[in-house]
């Protein structure tokens, strides 16, 4: 099935410096979209980019699809204790409504 | 709001039990799906369903199988119980359609002993 690759795994920030996680498919993908876990939570629904070259932001977290539509990416600027959490990308394919997830990066942040 | 319900937070099984996790959602979704999530491995697809009566499988179904019944409800089922399913399990539902995202319950921590 499709693989989507996602690091790093685990990244720690002190709070004020800036935040990214990658996410990559060797496939041509339809849509990605972007969930945050926090701890002891369930993944939430953040956005969904579906065109090739795509930016979207909301406030400090930016969300970019590839050119390529095969790979994307989420910057946190400054980031806060409360961005702490598991990030995941989950990507679609080419039709149905099944997502594959990234194996998620863990952040934490140090006030 | 969309509200994903699974029916314990925490479980504890012995090995060989047949064990029953249950999920209602409130919105009336076409789709349901049952993941598993381990550290490090992300959330991996077990079985979908889009629709009552419908099932698909998905990345990891081996030892495992569901039920939709009834449109609101998603049962997963482990047959034989074994140590490598202990596990987090996360219900989630979404309208149908490529673009929906998905709403997620609380998740089960199974333990089987």
């Known amino acids: 099935g499709q693989q989507v690759m996602q690091i790093p795994q685990y990244q720690h920030v002190q709070e004020g410096e800036d935040f990214t996680t990658y996410c990559n498919s060797s496939t041509t993908l339809s849509n990605i979209q972007w969930y945050k876990q926090r701890p002891g939570g369930h993944p939430v629904f953040l956005i969904q980019l579906v065109k090739s070259g795509e930016v979207k932001k909301q406030k400090r977290l930016t969300f970019q699809f590839g050119e390529a539509k095969k790979n994307s990416s989420l910057h946190i600027t400054a980031t806060q204790t409360t961005d702490v959490g598991t990030y995941f990308c989950?990507?679609?394919?080419?039709?149905?409504?099944?997502?594959?997830f990234g194996e998620g990066t863990q952040l934490t942040v140090n006030p | 709001d969309v509200k994903v319900t699974q029916s314990s937070r925490y479980l504890v099984k012995r090995t060989g039990e047949k064990v029953f996790l249950e999920c209602v959602q409130d919105m009336d979704h076409e789709n349901m799906f049952w993941y598993r999530q381990d550290p490090g491995l992300g959330l991996r697809l077990i079985y979908f369903s889009y629709d009552v009566k419908m099932k698909e499988k998905g990345d990891i179904p081996e030892g495992y199988s569901v039920s939709r019944e009834k449109k609101e409800r998603f049962s997963l089922i482990l047959e034989s119980a074994s140590t490598n399913q202990t596990s987090m399990y996360l219900c989630?539902?979404?309208?149908?359609?490529?673009?929906?995202?998905?709403?997620f319950g609380d998740g089960t921590r199974l333990s089987i002993l």
């Open positions: 989630a539902s979404s309208l149908i359609g490529g673009n929906q995202p998905q709403h």
């Open positions: 989950a990507a679609r394919e080419t039709s149905g409504s099944r997502l594959t």
